[in-house]
Structures are given as structure tokens and as C-alpha cells.
């Protein structure tokens, strides 16, 4: 039933058929979580030879020991690893620890206290700003949050962020000195950016004060479910357009081998990378080199990186394929919401009505099933429709998330019906 060409009695009844069926199931006392996108326990078993793998040969090939200090910028054939990801040249990798979330918390608060290549600390600017794509990744916009920098909202689109508002926004404001980007499989919408989105990126280096950097997340370069998707090379473009020291780029293992004991890797052009190694003297005398000898041989002597993806899309694929058919079976038909259909990455981005988002969540929890906070998705948690929820379909096993999206759908159906009888 469509909910615009429903009568009044139509919807009380179908609200109260839905409202009976809601509290049968809260008598259930579920405890599902469908939060964030944590890879589930049979991902993460893909990557248990790295247990023992070195079998007491520390030694790199180099020769580095990798159980004593040194080595800022991590081992080479880790680098050879970021850059595969990265598709970079090596000399313009770093690899670090297991969190690139850390190389971007370091390299902003760089750019925050004490500049990139030479330029002007943001710190020393009346109001930096940051460009925001939303919805998109939360962690972002609290670092942003933490430093005080202001947060600009942009729309996300099918093709990324909406470029003529971005190009408006840093030619007309000098203290915007970067952009957060997703650009693989973006965060939650899974959009992944065209050509011309890419190309365009490249080019705000030649307008944008010096200070601008645009922050690269490709969290998800490798993360394909269905056919291969291709991302057009940022650092291709910005060499193309003289701007190359205005990217920074960021990658990991968290979601490739296992999430808590990774690789991440931060690449960038040489000024940059030392500007990043100038701080990074002060604050560490080197990496992990243990966990990235271990890396290395496992992508060496077991499984390629390609042929790994490939046993993680495997298990994801049925996850997506659940929760985009409870969506379309419950809800195309009702005008209760619209989502998108990722073909990789991690999550599925569903908008309710206006206004509802908030609702839907409390109601399924309440039920049992956690989700995603509504407003997550916006910088400071404010989404100024009240649409916006990220489902995470990775980390509980098929049966449950089967269970969590029969729940989530009546959520949505529940809450839109109250919304159109003025109950909420």
C-alpha cells in the first residue's frame, strides 16, 4: 500500500495492524546490532595464518631486525603494500600502525599547529573551515569537531560531492583548507567518484590558498562485493594539474586482514610526507615492524591481495543482498524511504521521511536492534532532515541481520504511518 494514496482508515488500520505485530517482537528481547561496520568473525578467520607466520625470522629483506626501533617510515615491502592499495609509487608511502584513522588525526593536527610545506599553520587562521560531504563518516567530523575547525556541510551525490558548490565555497572563502573525502565506496552512500569528480578535486589546488589539502579516505580501494569498480587516480590528476602537494592520501588493512592488528598507510607528495615525518620524530621511534614483516609474507606466501578481497566479498555479498531485498520487498512500494545499492564498501545509506530518522532508531531499539545514531552521519550530529540512518550489514551473521532488517522495515513502516497521522 502507498502511503500518499492511502485513505485516512486505511492508514489507522494499517498502523494498528503494524503496531501489534511491533510489540510481539519487542516481547522477544532481541539483541541485535547492526552499528558499524565491524568485519564479522569468518572475515576475519581469512587472515588467522598470519598467527606464527614468521616462525622466528624477524628479518626483513632488507635486513632490517624489525624487533628493535627504528625505521620511521615503516619497511619497504609494507610501503610495496600501501602502494598496491594506493596505486602509488613507494617512495610516496609511509606505513605506520594499525589505524589510519591515527595518520589522519596526525596529519590534520600537522596541518592544524604547524602547517604543510612551508605554509601557514590553520591554527593562525580567524575561522578554518573544513568541507564536509554529507552523510558521511563520522570519526571525520570529530576530529574536525575536536580542534575546533567548522564543519561545512556539501551534498553527497551518485558521482561525489557536489563539485559546483565545493569550487564556489573555496573561491570564495580563503580559510577553508580542506575537504574530507570517501572516495571508494563513500561513507555510508557508497557512491564512488566519476572522472570528472576526481579531475575537478585535482584542480582546486590551483585556486585554494596554499594551505588547502584535500584528505583522500579511500578506506574502501579494495573493498569490492560485485563487479569491479574503478576509481579514477587523484595523484595522476593532480599531476596533471601542478597541485599534487594539495592531496593527502589514507588507506589500511583494518577491513582486509585483521581489523584491530592491521597496516595503515598515509601517502602524499614528498613535501608533505615531510612535513608528516617532522612531527612523527617527535612522537614515535617507529612503527610496528613486527605486524608488517607478518603482513608482508602473508600477502607473499599465501594469497594475493585480489585473490583475499575476493573470499571477503564472498561473505559479505549475501549480507548486502539481504538487506537490499527486505528493503525492496517492505518498502518500494510504500513511499516510506529511498536507499542506495552499493556495489562494495561496507554500508547501505537508507533516508526515511523527513523527520523520522531519529524515531525509527529508538524504535528499533527498543525492540532489540541497535543502529547507527541518527544525525551520525552530519557533522556535530545534526542532520537538518531528520532522514539519514547507515545500516551495517557486516558483523552479525546472516540469520541476524535477517531478523534486524524484518525489525528495521517495520520500524520505517511504523514511524512514517505516525508521522502521516500526526502522532509524532
Same mark, same amino acid.
Given at each position: 500500500m502507498h502511503i500518499e494514496s492511502?485513505?485516512?482508515?486505511?492508514?489507522? %488500520?494499517?498502523?494498528?495492524?503494524?503496531?501489534?505485530?511491533?510489540?510481539?517482537?519487542?516481547?522477544? %528481547?532481541? @539483541?541485535?546490532?547492526? #552499528?558499524?561496520?565491524?568485519?564479522?568473525? %569468518?572475515?576475519?578467520?581469512?587472515?588467522?595464518?598470519?598467527?606464527?607466520?614468521?616462525?622466528?625470522?624477524?628479518?626483513?629483506?632488507?635486513?632490517?631486525?624489525?624487533?628493535?626501533?627504528?625505521?620511521?617510515?615503516?619497511? #619497504?615491502? @609494507?610501503? %610495496?603494500?600501501?602502494?598496491?592499495?594506493?596505486?602509488?609509487?613507494?617512495?610516496?608511502?609511509?606505513? /605506520?600502525?594499525?589505524?589510519?584513522?591515527?595518520?589522519?588525526?596526525?596529519?590534520?593536527?600537522?596541518?592544524?599547529?604547524? /602547517?604543510?610545506?612551508?605554509?601557514?599553520?590553520?591554527?593562525?587562521?580567524?575561522?578554518?573551515?573544513?568541507?564536509?560531504?554529507?552523510?558521511?563518516?563520522?570519526?571525520?567530523?570529530t576530529i574536525c569537531e575536536q580542534l575546533g575547525i567548522e564543519m561545512i556541510n556539501v551534498p553527497m551525490g551518485e558521482q561525489g560531492p557536489d563539485m559546483e558548490l565545493v569550487e564556489k565555497l573555496v573561491r570564495e572563502d580563503a580559510e577553508i583548507v580542506g575537504i574530507w573525502c570517501v572516495p571508494k565506496f563513500s561513507n555510508p552512500t557508497g557512491a564512488t567518484y566519476s572522472k570528472e569528480t576526481v579531475e575537478r578535486l585535482a584542480q582546486l589546488g590551483q585556486f585554494a590558498g596554499a594551505s588547502f589539502r584535500i584528505f583522500w579516505d579511500n578506506a574502501y580501494s579494495v573493498h569490492d562485493i560485485g563487479n569491479y569498480v574503478n576509481l579514477p587516480n587523484i595523484r595522476t590528476a593532480t599531476l596533471e594539474n601542478d597541485t599534487a602537494d594539495s592531496v593527502i592520501q589514507f588507506a589500511s588493512t583494518s577491513k582486509v586482514t585483521h581489523a584491530g592488528a592491521g597496516v595503515a598507510f598515509v601517502s602524499a607528495s614528498q613535501a608533505n610526507l615531510d612535513s608528516l615525518k617532522g612531527q612523527m620524530q617527535a612522537m614515535t621511534i617507529g612503527p610496528d615492524k613486527v605486524n608488517q614483516l607478518r603482513h608482508s609474507r602473508f600477502f607473499t606466501e599465501h594469497t594475493s591481495l585480489t585473490e583475499h578481497m575476493h573470499k571477503h566479498a564472498d561473505i559479505l555479498r549475501p549480507k548486502f543482498e539481504c538487506v537490499l531485498e527486505h528493503l525492496h520487498n517492505a518498502l518500494t512500494d510504500a513511499d516510506m524511504g529511498t536507499w542506495e545499492k552499493p556495489e562494495g564498501g561496507y554500508f547501505v545509506s537508507f533516508n526515511t521521511l523527513p523527520g523520522c530518522a531519529k524515531a525509527v532508531v529508538k524504535m528499533a531499539a527498543d525492540a532489540g536492534v541497535k543502529l547507527t545514531p541518527a544525525g551520525a552521519t552530519f557533522p556535530y550530529g545534526k542532520d537538518p532532515e531528520d532522514s539519514n540512518i547507515r545500516i551495517a550489514p557486516s558483523f552479525p551473521p546472516l540469520e541476524e541481520l535477517d531478523t534486524a532488517m524484518s525489525v528495521f522495515v517495520l520500524c520505517v513502516k511504523l514511524v512514517s504511518l505516525r508521522k502521516k497521522l500526526g502522532k509524532i
Open positions: 492511502a485513505t485516512q482508515e486505511q492508514l489507522i %488500520e494499517w498502523e494498528k495492524e503494524l503496531s501489534a505485530h511491533y510489540n510481539k517482537i519487542c516481547q522477544h %528481547e532481541l @539483541s541485535l546490532d547492526i #552499528t558499524r561496520g565491524k568485519p564479522s568473525a %569468518e572475515q576475519l578467520k581469512l587472515s588467522d595464518k598470519l598467527d606464527g607466520i614468521l616462525s622466528g625470522d624477524y628479518r626483513a629483506a632488507d635486513g632490517t631486525d624489525t624487533r628493535n626501533y627504528g625505521g620511521l617510515i615503516g619497511l #619497504t615491502c @609494507s610501503r %610495496e603494500l600501501g602502494a598496491e592499495m594506493l596505486q602509488v609509487p613507494v617512495n610516496e608511502v609511509i606505513a /605506520g600502525g594499525n589505524s589510519s584513522l591515527t595518520l589522519m588525526y596526525h596529519a590534520l593536527v600537522t596541518g592544524y599547529l604547524f /602547517g604543510f610545506a612551508g605554509t601557514t599553520p590553520w591554527r593562525e587562521l580567524k575561522a578554518p573551515k573544513f568541507l564536509c560531504p554529507v552523510p558521511g563518516y563520522d570519526r571525520h567530523f
